[in-house]
């Protein structure tokens, strides 16, 4: 077996691992799939009522941003799982078998990829129930739920990089609300971001939040002519813009997470 098939198959071996994990703990899933059906019934039935969007449903115009917030949630997952087993010590034990170190980060990435999908499908279907629909063919939905599953994997790496960083549940906890809040609500996730004060309008427009929500609204087709868009480059050219970050967070936060990773278990 030669250098690259090893870690895949290693990583596909603690991927199976880590999909029976969850089934015996159901509420790692459960959570990950509750907050965002609050955050639906919560922004739908609450601030749907008194936030009015042009020429569409708000409900049509949440779900995008809404997906794409379950993809932060399920991601954060990865890097409170990677802190949780370092304390337990288990990398010490993978440490000691003749498996490719990178092996432990692409099982747990394809892992939580699997409770994404998961996450996802229960999301699209609480969505067909409140009144979400889709007005594009087939493909086009397709490319859409593909696009958010490559973010979260991509994702999901960034979280593995931060959790090794800071290598306790608590401090990954504190760190991912803190930064995750801002990314959701400082977009165009929830509202209309061009009735934003400008400085938080500038955020908004280059937020890779806009941009994967922009793109999902386009593929779903829940956008309308009488929706103002942002003339900021990323909301312009959503999906491509979506893919080039998907890209870069790959390119940047594979390899740096495999060097914390080497370094966690080498100390």
Same mark, same amino acid.
């Given at each position: ?10 990583? !596909? ?15 790692? &899933?459960?959570?990950? +799939? ?11 039935? @609450? ?5 009015? @969007? ?6 049509? /115009? &949440?779900?995008?941003?809404? !997906?794409?917030?379950? @993809?932060?949630? $399920?991601? *954060? ?9 370092? *304390?337990?010590? +288990? !990398? ?12 432990? &980060?692409?099982? *747990?990435?394809? $892992?939580?990829?699997?409770?994404? =999908?998961?996450? =996802? ?7 067909? =129930? ?25 994702? %999901? ?13 608590? %401090? ?8 995750? /809040?801002?990314?959701?609500? +400082?977009?165009?996730? !929830? ?11 500038? @955020? ?7 941009? /994967?929500? *922009? ?28 893919? &080039?970050? +998907? ?21």
């Amino acid at each position: 077996m030669n250098a690259l098939t090893t870690p895949v198959a290693d990583g !596909f071996t603690i991927a199976r691992r880590n999909a029976l994990k969850i089934r015996r703990s159901p509420d790692l &899933l459960g959570a990950t +799939i509750m907050f965002p059906i609050v955050f639906v019934l919560m922004f739908a039935y @609450v601030f749907g009522s008194v936030i009015d @969007v042009p020429g569409m449903s708000y409900k049509e /115009f &949440l779900l995008p941003g809404i !997906f794409v917030q379950a @993809v932060i949630m $399920g991601g *954060q997952s990865t890097g409170y799982t990677l802190t949780l087993d370092l *304390q337990k010590g +288990i !990398f010490d034990r993978f440490r000691s078998l003749p498996m490719a170190r990178s092996a432990v &980060l692409i099982g *747990q990435t394809v $892992g939580d990829l699997l409770m994404n =999908l998961c996450s =996802l499908t229960v999301m699209a279907l609480m969505g067909l =129930l409140v009144g979400w629909r889709v007005h594009t063919p087939a493909y086009k939905v397709a490319l859409g739920f593909g696009l958010l599953l490559l973010f979260a994997y991509a994702f %999901s790496w960034v979280t593995a990089a931060v959790a090794l960083s800071l290598r306790t549940p608590e %401090s990954f906890n504190n760190i991912a609300t803190m930064v995750s /809040f801002p990314l959701m609500f +400082i977009s165009n996730a !929830f509202i209309d971001s061009s009735k934003l004060p400008t400085p938080l309008r500038v @955020v908004a427009d280059w937020n890779p939040v806009s941009t /994967f929500t *922009q793109a999902i609204r386009e593929l779903f087709g829940n956008t309308d002519a009488a929706l103002k868009t942002s003339s900021a480059w990323p909301i312009e050219h959503a999906i491509l813009a979506s893919t &080039l970050w +998907i890209a870069a967070i790959l390119l940047i936060f594979v390899p740096l997470a495999t060097r914390l990773y080497k370094r966690a278990v080498s100390t």
